[in-house]
């Protein structure tokens, strides 16, 4: 997986971080995606029936929440006194609140712990190579490289501890490469519906745009600006009142 995904990430990573104002769109994106994760290993620390889990729940929510607080700090130092889409998104509590909530349940009590668990592993070592190209391509600025590297320490070890319960369940003879291999399904299949809905909104953005320049600009020379203000209607004489009851 690890070849395949890194060579998938290089150029896609190339191409995001030199795109005028996607720097802010990305890391405003890492911000909801930790702030997410704080939510469901909160959720997880509440819900999960094992005690010496609680306690490792709560501490990676909490460094989740760090994580959140530093890419957020990143978003407003690229974009000073600006509040702009990237920043918006950041902000907007509605979207925190619903994330990871599907018909009323939290990731792990929809995915039970061995799931949760899995999903944990692959998510974090996924974050840990993603964030691995950005450093070794130099592709972020020198503070969010250093944030990067100091939040990349974290990532490593929510990695270590996820799949040392994994190999823990499957010592236990639990179906760990089955958890793992539907995990990364579900999360390519997220991935690709992510993608069409932005070509398609991208894709219809660019044909209204053709459509306005080629079919309705146009009319724009010849049309004309009505005359405002009240207009003088004719009253009706009484010839036009009697036609008008007989009408009725
Ligand atoms: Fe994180
Ligand atoms: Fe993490």
């Known amino acids: 997986m690890g070849q395949l995904r890194r060579a998938l990430l290089t150029p896609v990573s190339e191409i995001a971080w030199r795109l005028p104002g996607w720097p ?8 909801l995606a930790e702030r997410g994760s704080m939510v469901d290993m909160l959720a997880a620390a509440q819900a999960t029936p094992r005690r010496e889990m609680r306690r490792k729940y709560f501490l990676h929510a909490l460094d989740e929440g760090r994580h959140a607080t530093i890419f957020a700090d990143r ?4 974009s000073p006194g600006r509040a702009d889409r990237a920043e918006a998104v950041i902000e907007d509590a509605g979207l925190l609140q619903d994330h990871g909530i599907v018909g009323g349940q939290t990731l792990f009590e929809r995915l039970g712990e061995l799931d949760f668990l899995a999903f944990v592993y692959v998510a974090e070592a996924d974050a840990v190579e993603q964030f691995g190209v950005y450093l070794d391509r130099n592709l972020p600025d020198a503070e969010t490289s250093a944030s990067l590297r100091a939040i990349l320490k974290d990532e490593a070890f929510h990695v270590s501890y996820s799949r040392a319960e994994c190999e823990r369940y499957r010592k236990d003879g639990k179906p760990v490469d089955q958890a793992i291999r539907a995990v990364r399904w579900r999360r390519f299949k997220e991935g690709w519906m992510r993608f069409t809905r932005d ?19 146009p009319f724009r020379v010849l049309a004309r600006v009505e005359t405002g203000g009240w207009k003088v209607v004719a009253r009706p004489g009484a010839a036009g009142l009697a036609a008008a009851r007989l009408e009725g």
């Open 75 to 78: 978003v407003r130092a690229l």
């Open 24 to 31: 802010r769109r990305l890391l405003a994106e890492f911000s």
């Open 199 to 217: 070509f398609g909104e991208w894709t219809s953005g660019f044909w209204l745009l053709v459509l306005y320049f080629v079919a309705v600009g």
